[in-house]
């Protein structure tokens, strides 16, 4: 039994550290063949300079501890990544709708053997729209597009 989760709130810069953790957890952890694909200064400075830049950046908080991030331009989701003990809780769902909150459409991208990914956005309501072999992206994983709308 674990401790209240918070609600979504919007995370500044200096969550940066924090916010790459869970994205490196929760990728290490679905896709092990691919772990150690950039270090944690990588992936710090990947959030710090780019994800915190461009995108609205939201998280959720068991205790003081960030469990769950969504980062998104408009019309998109560029980031949505649980700490794998806490998937099935209902954080990803509650980032999920804040990225909806106003939006007419959301497209993203998942691999296309993170079979979990798909299921989980597939029982919100996106749709595939298109699969590539992974030529275009840097881990070179067939992956697939899909799309949401209001």
């Known amino acids: 039994m674990g401790f209240e989760l918070?609600?979504?709130?919007?995370?500044?810069g200096e969550f940066a550290d924090e916010a790459s953790r869970v994205l490196r957890a929760s990728f290490d952890d679905r896709l092990p063949s691919l772990a150690g694909l950039h270090t944690p200064e990588e992936d710090s400075w990947f959030f710090r300079n780019r994800v915190f830049r461009d995108c609205s950046v939201w998280g959720v908080f068991e205790r003081d501890l960030?469990?769950?991030?969504?980062?998104?331009?408009?019309?998109?989701?560029?980031?949505?990544?649980?700490?794998?003990?806490?998937?099935?809780?209902g954080v990803g769902a509650s980032l999920l709708n804040v990225a909806r909150t106003g939006a007419s459409d959301l497209s993203l991208w998942t691999f296309q053997r993170?079979?979990?990914a798909q299921r989980f956005y597939e029982k919100h309501g996106f749709v595939a729209v298109e699969e590539t072999d992974g030529r275009r992206n840097e881990e070179k994983e067939p992956d697939v597009l899909y799309r949401w709308l209001a």
């Open 6 to 12: 918070s609600q979504p709130v919007q995370l500044g």
């Open 66 to 89: 960030l469990v769950g991030i969504v980062a998104f331009p408009p019309a998109w989701i560029d980031q949505l990544y649980v700490l794998p003990t806490h998937q099935g809780r």
């Open 114 to 116: 993170n079979r979990e």
